[in-house]
Every structure is written in structure tokens, then in C-alpha cells.
């Protein structure tokens, strides 16, 4: 495994986050993100099964295509993903794209 360092720009800040995080080695990244901030609602789910930056886009992207999603960030180290939306989000929903992008929901931590 190497260690990588990526910066993460968050779309609905503006901010970007260096992190560094241990790949996988099926990609040449290692990211994660600070939650965004300013939106309606905010979700943190438990995800198993992420290790790398391939990882955090294959789950980014899937969320993304829920409708009224706004930011996605995603920590390694923990398996949380923080989702920020403009509309409520429901668990199937959610479960069913990290399912999609190949890893299994946990449960909502928040």
C-alpha cells in the first residue's frame, strides 16, 4: 500500500482539504473531504468497504445522481460519508447507490 495526498475541492464551498490516505493501489489516489457547509440538510452515513481514492469517487458519483444532493465528502479513516441536500434523503436511496458503486451500507449515523 502507499500513502497519497490529494487536495479535494468541494463544490458547494469552494474549499479545498488536503488529506493523505492509504491506497489500494487501484488507483494513483488517496482522498477524502470536509463536510460542506450552508445547505439544507445534512446526512452521515456508515459505509464498509472504501480504501482509496477510486474508492471516494465510485460512491461520490453514485450519490451524486440522487436527486437534490449537493456535496458528498467521504472519510477514509472512518467509512463516514457526509451528505449534504437540498430535499430529504431516503435510506434506500442511499443504500441502493453504495450498493451500486460496489460497497455496503452500514446504517445513517446522522
Sequence with gaps: MSETTVTVES????TATETAASCCGSCDT???????????????FQVKGMTCGHCV????????KIDGITD???????GE????????LADE??????????????????
Design 81 to 88: 460519508v457526509t451528505v449534504d441536500s437540498t430535499l430529504p
Design 30 to 44: 488517496g482522498a477524502t473531504g470536509a463536510p460542506a457547509t450552508g445547505t439544507a440538510g445534512r446526512a452521515v
Design 72 to 78: 458528498v465528502a467521504v472519510d477514509l479513516a472512518t
Design 93 to 110: 436511496a442511499v443504500a441502493a447507490a453504495i450498493d451500486e458503486a460496489g460497497y455496503d451500507l452500514v446504517g445513517r449515523l446522522g
Design 57 to 64: 469517487t465510485s460512491v461520490t458519483a453514485e450519490l451524486r
Design 11 to 14: 463544490p458547494a464551498t469552494g
